[in-house]
């Protein structure tokens, strides 16, 4: 099966300071990925759509200059969390599917938080 | 636009006994495809099924099975004879039709086996 990794698995950080979440499709090309949050005893909540080579397209609420969002080769788009503060920290889910398949395959997660 | 509701919110069962979670889904697509995740306590998310709409047909694997009534718009998940490792959230979660597209997933159902 397919299989997204992602890195760190953990990150915690100072308040102010910026995190870099990579996510990669290890062994297939990833045209769209997605980056999902979810807060603890909540569900996962879609942050933003990437598409290789293009601007990412954010949810309403979710601020594209705090969550930036890259997406520069098929098997790898990250996400940064800027200036991160407290109620940033959460735990971050990103998902990849390839053109013409409708299965997102869902990377193992990191878990954000931030002093 | 799409919804899931996952009208239970945490089920507790002793080992060995059958529980059934259950999905109601809202979709204004002709054709559509219906998922259900498992996430542990690691957080990872683990693809149980999934089901098109074009096909009605109970599926069975192993302990699980699952339950799709177009009539009613559900798509309710068994598992039988439970264990305490089926203890974990589980989402049920929906696309709308076409490719790369953007999973909503219900609530979830937090499951509690006791041994």
């Known amino acids: 099966g397919a299989v997204v990794s992602q890195h760190p698995s953990w990150v915690i950080c100072k308040s102010g300071t910026s995190v870099k979440i990579e996510c990669r499709s290890l062994?297939?090309?990833?045209?769209?990925m997605f980056w999902y949050r979810q807060f603890p005893k909540q569900s996962l909540m879609l942050m933003a759509t990437?598409?290789?080579?293009?601007?990412?397209?954010?949810e309403q609420g979710v601020e594209k200059d705090k969550f930036l969002i890259n997406h520069a080769s098929l098997t790898l788009s990250t996400l940064t969390v800027t200036s991160a503060h407290p109620e940033d920290s959460s735990f971050y889910i990103c998902s990849a599917s390839h053109q013409g398949n409708n299965e997102q395959f869902f990377g193992p997660g990191t878990r954000l938080t931030v002093l | 636009a799409q919804k899931v509701t996952q009208a239970q919110t945490e089920i507790s069962v002793v080992e060995k006994e059958d529980v059934t979670l259950d999905c109601v889904y809202e979709t204004r697509d002709t054709t559509y495809y219906l998922f259900w995740y498992k996430q542990p306590p690691s957080g990872e998310l683990v693809f149980l099924i999934r089901r098109n709409s074009f096909d009605e047909q109970n599926e069975i694997s192993g302990r699980y099975s699952w339950n799709f009534q177009k009539s009613t718009s559900s798509f309710n998940f068994t598992i039988t004879a439970s264990q305490v490792v089926d203890s974990a959230v589980y989402f049920c979660a929906l696309p709308p039709s076409g490719a790369n597209s953007k999973l909503t997933f219900g609530k979830g159902i937090t499951l509690s086996v006791r041994p």
């Open positions: 990437s598409n290789e080579g293009s601007k990412a397209t954010y």
């Open positions: 062994d297939f090309q990833a045209t769209t």
